[in-house]
C-alpha cells in the first residue's frame, strides 16, 4: 500500500533516532566496551568520561607498575584481552617483533598530524605502523631538601652512604640496572655481562640505603620524610614539588637519564578495533593532550596541546630539558631474547 508523504517522514525521522541511539553500540543494540590498560595515575580524572559520553563507546579501565607486568599479563590472557595499551618504546619494538600489535588506520586518526616529528618514526616504529606516542617520561631524583641537607645533582646521591635507609628505587629491572650502567659511563642499553655484573655489585652496595623498592609510593615517602630522596619518574616529581614546594626539589641526574616514549596501541587480538582508534585519536585532541600532561605532570609530544600549556609549564627545563641534557640522554632499545644477565643480577639483588 503507498505510503502518504507524512507517514515517510515520521519513518524516516525514527529511524535516524534510532541510528543516533545505536552510535557507539554493536549490532544487538549493547553499547561497544573497548578495555584499555594503562600506567597508575597517567591520565586526567575526567577524559574516559569524556569519551564515553561524546561517543557512546564504554571504556574499562585498568592499570600497571612497569612493562614487563603490561607484557607478562597480555601473553597470559591470549585473545581475552585489552584493546589499547600503553607499552614504552623498547615495549613497543618487542610486541612488534612477536606479532601482538595490530597495524593503525591513520584515516581514524587524523590528529596524528598533532605529534611533533621529532617523535615520529623512531627505531623502535620506524614506520609508525603500530603506534602514537602519549606522554614522554625520565626518571629523575626527588627529595626532601629538609632531610638532605644540601641540593643533589644525579643518580651518584643515591648511592653515599650517608643516607642509610633513606632511599627509594624503582622497582624495575630497566631502570634500576639501566641507570646505575649510565652512572657507571655506560649506555643505559650495554649488554656486556661484565658491565651488568658491575651495577648489580653497586645495587648490592647500596642496599643498607634502600628504604623501599617501589613505583607510585615513593613519592609520598619523601614528602612526608620517611625517605630523603627517591628514584621517581617525571610525572611524581612534578606533582610532588607542586604539592610541597618549600621542600620538595626534583632533578634531573647530571650523568643523564632514558628518555621513554609511551605509546598508544591497538592489540592485534582486539575486536574493536575502529572503537580503539576513536579512542586513540580523541586523546590526541589538543584540549585532552593538555588536560592529561597538566594533571600527570608529564611532558605532551602533541605539538598543538604543548602551545596551550601556560609558560611556565612549556618553559620548565625539568619538563622539557634543554638540549645539552637531553644530549646525555637515551631511549630504551629492546634486550636481546637471552637477556638472563639482566635477569639473574636483578633477582640477585632483589633476593638480597
Not at 515520521?10 to 561497544?32: D, F, N, Q, R, Y
Not at 601473553?75 to 597495524?103: H, N
Not at 613505583?215 to 612534578?238: N, Q, R
Not at 643523564?256 to 582486539?270: E, F, H, M, P, Y
Request: with cysteine.
Amino acid at each position: 500500500m503507498k505510503k502518504s508523504f507524512k507517514s515517510v517522514a515520521i519513518i524516516l525521522c525514527a529511524a535516524v533516532i534510532m541510528t543516533l541511539c545505536l552510535s557507539g553500540c554493536g549490532s544487538s543494540g549493547e553499547k561497544t566496551t573497548i578495555r584499555v590498560y594503562n600506567w597508575g595515575e597517567y591520565i586526567a580524572d575526567d577524559v574516559i568520561e569524556q569519551f564515553e559520553e561524546e561517543t557512546g563507546i564504554r571504556v574499562e579501565y585498568d592499570t600497571y607498575n612497569d612493562n614487563e607486568s603490561l607484557y607478562a599479563k597480555i601473553k597470559k590472557a591470549g585473545s581475552d584481552s585489552y584493546d589499547v595499551i600503553v607499552p614504552s618504546d623498547y615495549m613497543v619494538k618487542k610486541m612488534i617483533d612477536e606479532d601482538m600489535l595490530a597495524p593503525l588506520n591513520f584515516d581514524n586518526i587524523p590528529n596524528f598530524e598533532n605529534i611533533d616529528p621529532q617523535f615520529k618514526n623512531l627505531s623502535f616504529d620506524p614506520e609508525n605502523m603500530y603506534s602514537v606516542p602519549y606522554l614522554t617520561d625520565m626518571v629523575g631524583i626527588l627529595y626532601n631538601i629538609d632531610e638532605t641537607g644540601k641540593e643533589l645533582t644525579g643518580f651518584k646521591d643515591l648511592f653515599d652512604p650517608a643516607y642509610a635507609r633513606k632511599v627509594c628505587m624503582l622497582d624495575s629491572i630497566r631502570d634500576a640496572i639501566g641507570l646505575t650502567l649510565k652512572m657507571l659511563g655506560y649506555s643505559m642499553n650495554d649488554t656486556n655481562p661484565e658491565h651488568i655484573a658491575e651495577a648489580r655489585d653497586m645495587l648490592l652496595e647500596q642496599k643498607p640505603n634502600v628504604l623501599a623498592y617501589g613505583t607510585d609510593e615513593l613519592a609520598p615517602k619523601v614528602m612526608s620524610g620517611a625517605a630523603a630522596m627517591a628514584m621517581v619518574y617525571l610525572g611524581e616529581g612534578i606533582t610532588a614539588i607542586e604539592e610541597q614546594p618549600e621542600n620538595m626539589r626534583f632533578v634531573i641526574p647530571e650523568e643523564g637519564t632514558n628518555r621513554a616514549i609511551d605509546n598508544l596501541v591497538i592489540l592485534k587480538t582486539s575486536k574493536n578495533k575502529d572503537a580503539a582508534e576513536q579512542f586513540i585519536n580523541f586523546m590526541l585532541r589538543p584540549e585532552i593532550a593538555v588536560k592529561n600532561s597538566i594533571e600527570t605532570g608529564y611532558s605532551t609530544p602533541n605539538m598543538a596541546a604543548k602551545e596551550l600549556l601556560p609558560d611556565e609549564i612549556k618553559n620548565d627545563p625539568n619538563r622539557y630539558p634543554p638540549a645539552e641534557i637531553l644530549e646525555k640522554c637515551e631511549i630504551y632499545e629492546t634486550l636481546p631474547a637471552d637477556n638472563t644477565d639482566f635477569i639473574d643480577a636483578w633477582n640477585m639483588v632483589k633476593a638480597k
